[in-house]
């Protein structure tokens, strides 16, 4: 988020413009390289209320980035801020858990940078999934109210830490300490991130330097002199090693020497290469404005092993690449992700017998309103969530929720994951009822009733009249 440079001519209360953290891919290092065909990266966009949501991004080499589900966000916050940076992606040893936890902040969205470093939410939001296609809703977790004079909670990482069998969830928050206010780097176990430890104190630098992005990486044995390596952004992109995660950490240097600093780049974010001892540390070109490029490593430990990257080597896709996290995925898990967030377009329904109205969600209710445009009246045609060769609207604003009837009235409304809710927002595409050229969309679970305006709210109703035909009308349409 545009801090790094900042940092490095930071006083105790100097700071004014943009930040981007960097999120933690939790990976394996013995994983069989054949079980990982690709890579999944979650990242926030840009600025706004828009920009600052959850965002999916798919490589096969870990180079050449596409975006998913048509560069549109994956999840949105509708919790405290309502806006999200910094996403870390947390998985399970199991596999059979997963974790999103991210800043909660939205800058220019009713909230300022000064607001969020002196004052801004003490919380992080949190998001599970037991598959990494459907999500709970978003929860908030107050990680720095504990912590004297804390004044926010950025840029989350957690780590499986096999020493006391929980995670090791750290993040920065800004907090006076020994009479010097600054962003130091604070952390607390967890086993299922809504309850945690009371914080501590994880890294600090000295005198007034502030810390905000750190992230770290496990290496197999055998190479470098560490089993763990975290990049910090403290001024520099520092790199420390440890063999044990809340143990003592070692400075082996910086890099500096291939000419990036805390100037130039910020929020590290590591990836290991499925198919090789071979590591990409991620940093974001903040000054420049070119987000993330790929500094590569074969020993993470070691700084002068470091290499930028050639000209047209890598691709990061179509939408700006900010602070994330990389997950090496399994073939199920690549599977999953790539069927549900497809690159479907968004389309609009049309009324038929008033075609300067088309339908829209309004505070979650849904009707026809007259030449809207905008991203309310935009859904995206998933293959539905009960039966074959059905489909479900999914709202473009607010993925994961769906047009689905309530007491024969229409909302819009999260995907809960129950069987109830997918009969509820599910419909088989017909010929229109007033004009086969157009469509219909019949009821899966109350095959007697169909999608229909009625004082200009959706329904689901019986159709036996001209009028209700015409007004069980549409036509899907860009």
Request: aromatic residues 10%; charged residues 20%; neutral net charge.
């Amino acid at each position: 988020m545009h801090m790094r440079a900042l940092l490095s001519r930071l006083s105790a209360i100097a700071l004014a413009a943009c930040l981007l953290f960097t999120g933690q891919a939790l990976t394996t290092p013995d994983r069989a390289a054949a079980a990982d065909p690709g890579y999944l990266m979650t990242h926030f966009i840009g600025e706004g209320s828009t920009g600052q949501q959850i965002y999916f991004s798919h490589s096969t080499d870990g180079l050449n980035w596409r975006d998913l589900n048509g560069g549109g966000m994956t999840l949105r916050s509708t919790v405290g801020t309502r806006g999200v940076r910094d996403p870390a992606l947390v998985r399970a040893p199991g596999g059979d858990k997963y974790w999103i936890i991210a800043t909660d902040l939205c800058i220019d969205c009713g909230q300022s940078w000064d607001d969020s470093m002196n004052n801004g939410s003490r919380n992080l939001v949190v998001w599970e999934s037991t598959d990494l296609v459907t999500w709970s809703q978003p929860r908030l977790l107050n990680v720095a109210g504990a912590i004297p004079d804390g004044r926010n909670a950025w840029a989350p990482e957690a780590i499986w830490n096999p020493e006391t069998n929980d995670y090791v969830l750290y993040w920065a928050t800004n907090a006076t300490r020994g009479g010097v206010l600054k962003h130091r780097i604070y952390y607390a176990r967890t086993t299922d991130f809504r309850t945690i430890t009371t914080p501590q104190l994880y890294i600090d630098r000295p005198g007034t330097q502030n810390i905000i992005d750190t992230q770290i990486v496990e290496l197999p044995s055998g190479v470098g002199s560490h089993r763990y390596v975290r990049a910090s952004g403290d001024g520099q992109i520092t790199l420390e090693g440890s063999n044990s995660i809340l143990g003592t950490w070692t400075n082996l240097g910086n890099l500096s020497g291939i000419g990036l600093t805390g100037s130039q780049v910020e929020g590290p974010m590591w990836m290991k290469f499925r198919d090789r001892n071979e590591w990409t540390l991620y940093l974001d070109q903040y000054a420049s404005g070119r987000g993330y490029m790929p500094v590569t490593t074969t020993n993470p430990s070691a700084p002068s092993t470091y290499r930028l990257p050639a000209s047209g080597s890598y691709n990061l896709g179509g939408t700006k690449k900010r602070h994330g996290a990389i997950l090496n995925l399994t073939a199920a898990e690549e599977s999953r992700v790539l069927a549900r967030w497809a690159d479907t377009p968004a389309k609009r329904l049309q009324s038929f017998n008033f075609q300067d109205r088309y339908v829209r969600h309004t505070n979650f209710d849904v009707r026809i309103d007259q030449n809207i445009t905008g991203p309310d009246a935009q859904f995206r045609a998933r293959p539905g969530l009960a039966g074959s060769g059905t489909v479900s609207f999914e709202s473009v604003n607010f993925p994961g929720h769906y047009l689905r009837h309530a007491g024969y009235d229409f909302q819009l409304a999260y995907n809960d994951g129950t069987t109830q809710f997918a009969a509820d927002a599910t419909f088989r595409q017909v010929a229109g009822l007033a004009d086969p050229t157009w469509s219909s969309f019949q009821s899966y679970n109350h095959p007697d009733r169909y999608i229909r305006h009625y004082a200009y709210e959706l329904r689901l109703d019986p159709i036996t009249t001209t009028t209700a035909r015409s007004d069980a009308t549409f036509r899907v349409t860009s």
